[in-house]
């Protein structure tokens, strides 16, 4: 399994920014995907899930802003992030099981 994320940058504080992962590998469809992130000093934390079925959960911080969605037939999975606030500045990473991608960084300040 090969998760490639994309998407990050730089914004200003209530922009929006849009993460693609790209996935490889067998049974993505029947695969729970997740983003997680991790700001400098801080734990990795979880960011969204999207389950085989659909089904979504959120991080405290992020509900409500950001929302998770998946196409199985691109093997894809999306992020988008609404509202963005200063505090969401972190390297956000793509997750399926055990698998993780490199991570791609968003930044947002004014």
């Known amino acids: 399994v090969q998760l490639q994320a994309s998407g990050g940058g730089l914004v200003q504080p209530g922009e929006s920014l849009r993460l693609s992962c790209a996935a490889s590998?067998?049974?993505?469809?029947?695969?729970?995907m997740g983003w997680y992130r991790q700001a400098p000093g801080k734990q990795r934390e979880l960011v969204a899930i999207i389950t085989r079925d659909g089904n979504t959960n959120y991080g405290d911080s992020v509900k409500g802003r950001f929302t998770i969605s998946r196409d199985n037939a691109k093997r894809m999975v999306y992020l988008v992030m609404n509202s963005l606030k200063p505090e969401d500045t972190a390297v956000y990473y793509c997750?399926?099981?055990?698998?993780w991608g490199q991570g791609t960084l968003v930044t947002v300040s004014s």
């Open positions: 997750n399926r099981g055990a698998a």
């Open positions: 590998g067998l049974f993505f469809a029947i695969s729970d």
